[in-house]
């Protein structure tokens, strides 16, 4: 089998890439940009990689293109393979068919998938279940985001962005999953939903598709949830958080599951990863993974790149690098960060789809209430009235260029700097790191 995959250096696409090439498939790619550390993983595994659209790049005897949701009419390869009638396929549908006759977990929610995903593949893992799984990251434990592997579970992280230009659907309704996780659900990609209902509607057409003898596990108390739940549920349904049997409480380092009477020492932070924890717990557990065991498992998981990973410490400062990119996610991220008695600067780019129209204005205000000095950092388009992130107390500072900030960063003796964004923020993480070690 011959392929090319067109939109490569994606997180999903390049793991998707991977499993190909596990498959013993050949396999082939191209991106606007090809960029570590993506294309270091996949040039790793022997796969061939083109910067940029040249048509020229398609081979006459490919069997198929796999295109990827960033990719839309008017690429000149998009064009070539529709004129050219070659076989293609989105990165979603393609995955379904390769885990059809596996027992998929999918876990889903606006904030925590990579992290839960990553936490759940672990477990399996140390359970010597050898799953196979997409990550939109690099789980620290694997050192890849993606693996076929040699058992019979398989773990994604079920997006419900759109799939391709030729099909508007969640990902996550290809994935035939047999284990559906709800974590959360809040608005997001106001580029392809018009409200929350948009999005609750997709949620429960993947519901629609869960078998009878499959399971939903979904966060309690929250509505968005219930009303997806509310529209139909053909399956086995487990709760999980406050008032459940699976109730776990994060406390500096230390993770407790009040349920199991149990505690464990773990390197991550904040409730919300208590919570990301709750659903990997649960959904090992009806995979007939013992739920002391499941738990235990995470006080060896180290974490995801780029979800609050430490960059930079020297007794007094500390810098921090974070994905996240939506009010709630910035809020929790920031919360985790306020154990510490220092003074924390949060540096934010409002870089997605969703954040650069604006509609989370007055959400974001709140949202960084536990930074005592903030960097809203917008692009150069932005056509919304960014006057309502500003505080009356000038703690907070509206601008367009990040680079700019380096010369003041540098100078900051103490407390913490945390990067917030769902993109590589120029490099600056890495020089000011470079720069203050030389201090």
């Not at 498959?23 to 595994?45: C, F, I, K, N």
């Not at 006459?60 to 295109?67: A, E």
């Not at 759109?162 to 996780?181: L, P, Q």
Request: aromatic share 8%; net charge negative; glycine share 10%.
């Amino acid at each position: 089998m011959k392929i090319h995959i067109l939109g490569i250096c994606g997180t999903f696409m390049g793991g998707l890439a991977q499993i190909c090439n596990q498959q013993g498939w050949q396999v082939t790619g191209s991106d606007q940009h090809v960029y570590p550390p993506m294309s270091d993983q996949l040039r790793e595994a022997g796969i061939i990689l083109h910067e940029g659209y040249d048509p020229a790049i398609l081979s006459s005897n490919l069997d198929l293109v796999v295109i990827g949701n960033a990719m839309s009419r008017g690429n000149p390869l998009v064009e070539a393979i529709l004129d050219g009638k070659i076989p293609f396929i989105s990165g979603p549908e393609l995955l379904g068919r390769l885990t059809s006759e596996m027992t998929v977990l999918a876990v889903s929610g606006t904030h925590g998938k990579t992290t839960t995903t990553s936490m759940l593949a672990w477990i399996l893992e140390h359970e010597g279940l050898n799953p196979g799984f997409l990550v939109g990251g690099v789980p620290e434990n694997f050192g890849i985001s993606a693996r076929r592997g040699a058992g019979a579970i398989f773990v994604v992280e079920a997006d419900e962005y759109d799939t391709a230009f030729f099909d508007k659907r969640s990902k996550f309704i290809h994935y035939h999953a047999d284990v559906f996780g709800i974590n959360n659900l809040e608005f997001d990609h106001a580029d392809i939903f018009t409200d929350l209902a948009d999005i609750e509607t997709q949620f429960h057409n993947a519901i629609r598709r869960i078998p009878r003898s499959g399971f939903i596990i979904s966060r309690t108390g929250i509505d968005s949830i219930k009303r997806v739940l509310h529209k139909g549920c053909w399956s086995n349904q487990i709760s999980i958080g406050e008032g459940t049997a699976i109730d776990f409480t994060s406390n500096g380092d230390q993770l407790s599951a009040s349920g199991l009477d149990m505690k464990i020492e773990w390197p991550m932070r904040g409730f919300h990863n208590a919570q990301n924890a709750e659903l990997a717990v649960a959904m090992a557990h009806v995979v007939d993974v013992p739920m002391d065991r499941a738990f235990s498992a995470l006080s060896e998981f180290r974490g995801v790149a780029r979800r609050l990973n430490l960059l930079f410490e020297n007794g007094s400062l500390k810098v921090w690098d974070d994905f996240a990119h939506h009010p709630t996610a910035i809020a929790n991220t920031l919360d985790a960060l306020t154990q510490e008695e220092a003074p924390l600067v949060a540096v934010i780019e409002l870089r997605s789809n969703t954040m650069k129209t604006g509609f989370h204005g007055e959400a974001l205000v709140a949202s960084a209430a536990c930074a005592d000095f903030v960097y809203w950092v917008l692009p150069e388009t932005t056509t919304w009235d960014t006057s309502s992130l500003l505080r009356p107390d000038g703690t907070s500072v509206v601008i367009r260029d990040v680079l700019v900030l380096e010369p003041q960063l540098v100078q900051q003796a103490s407390g913490q700097i945390i990067f917030m964004s769902n993109g590589g923020f120029s490099g600056i993480q890495s020089r000011l790191v470079a720069r203050l070690t030389e201090c």
